[in-house]
């Protein structure tokens, strides 16, 4: 079974900077994909970034570009979100997510993605 576990949410100052962490078990193969979604209050989930543990292959939302970074720690089944130049729009609930996803296209669209974590919150102040 898949499980998943988010950490690393806090309070910051705009501008500041924040490590999300995911560790990951339980998967069967290396063909998943681990991404990072946000909900932010009142709005809809939205997918932050995704990156391929087959290809390392990563992909962002164009409001994150340049600002984020996915990575992998494979030693230790965790996944990373470092989040640089934070603003106050970053404030939201962030999960991270798994799943066999076949078409990368739409890695954004949180339905397609099977597993979740439980989300850690980050709040940025202006």
């Known amino acids: 079974e898949v499980q998943l576990q988010a950490s690393g949410g806090g309070l910051m100052q705009t501008g500041g900077s924040l490590r999300l962490s995911c560790a990951a078990s339980?998967?069967?193969?290396?063909?998943?994909?681990i991404g990072w979604f946000r909900q932010a209050p009142g709005k809809e989930r939205e997918g932050v970034s995704c990156i391929s543990l087959s290809d390392g292959l990563t992909y962002y939302a164009d409001s994150v570009k340049g600002r984020f970074t996915i990575s992998v720690d494979n030693a230790k089944n965790t996944v990373y979100l470092q989040m640089t130049s934070l603003k106050p729009e970053d404030t939201a609930v962030y999960y991270c997510?798994?799943?066999?996803?076949?078409?990368?296209?739409?890695?954004?669209?949180?339905?397609?993605?099977?597993?979740w974590g439980q989300g850690t919150l980050v709040t940025v102040s202006s």
């Open positions: 339980g998967f069967t193969d290396d063909d998943y994909a």
């Open positions: 997510a798994a799943d066999l996803l076949q078409y990368y296209a739409y890695w954004d669209d949180y339905v397609r993605w099977d597993y």
